[in-house]
């Protein structure tokens, strides 16, 4: 059984910095992508970031551009999120996710993600 285990967010001021880690567990990975997603209150699931296990592809929304750095410790069994330069429209519960990696052109859709973790919450404040 795959688990998801997010760790690692809170309160923190606008332009600081959080590290959020994600724990994977159940099955290999090694054609897997791993995804993070967050929801603010009100608003629809948004993606953030992705990698694909195998190969460190990655991916990001235009709005973490530059400011957010997806990355994977294969030996860990972990995908990390460096988040800088934070806003207070970064505030969310952010969850990792898990989906086969084909098609590349769903990697952004969070219905196409199999497996979610239990969501850890980042408090931008201004």
């Known amino acids: 059984q795959v688990q998801l285990v997010e760790s690692g967010g809170g309160l923190v001021q606008a332009g600081g910095s959080l590290r959020l880690s994600c724990a994977a567990s159940g099955r290999t990975f090694s054609n897997y992508a791993l995804g993070w997603f967050r929801q603010a209150p009100g608003k629809e699931r948004e993606f953030v970031a992705a990698?694909?296990?195998?190969?460190?592809?990655?991916y990001y929304a235009d709005s973490v551009k530059g400011r957010f750095t997806i990355s994977r410790d294969k030996a860990k069994n972990t995908v990390s999120l460096q988040m800088n330069s934070l806003k207070p429209e970064d505030t969310a519960v952010y969850y990792c996710?898990?989906?086969?990696?084909?098609?590349?052109?769903?990697?952004?859709?969070?219905?196409?993600?199999?497996?979610w973790g239990q969501g850890t919450q980042v408090t931008v404040s201004s």
């Open positions: 990698i694909t296990w195998s190969a460190g592809n990655t």
């Open positions: 996710a898990a989906k086969y990696q084909f098609p590349i052109a769903t990697m952004k859709r969070p219905g196409d993600y199999n497996y």
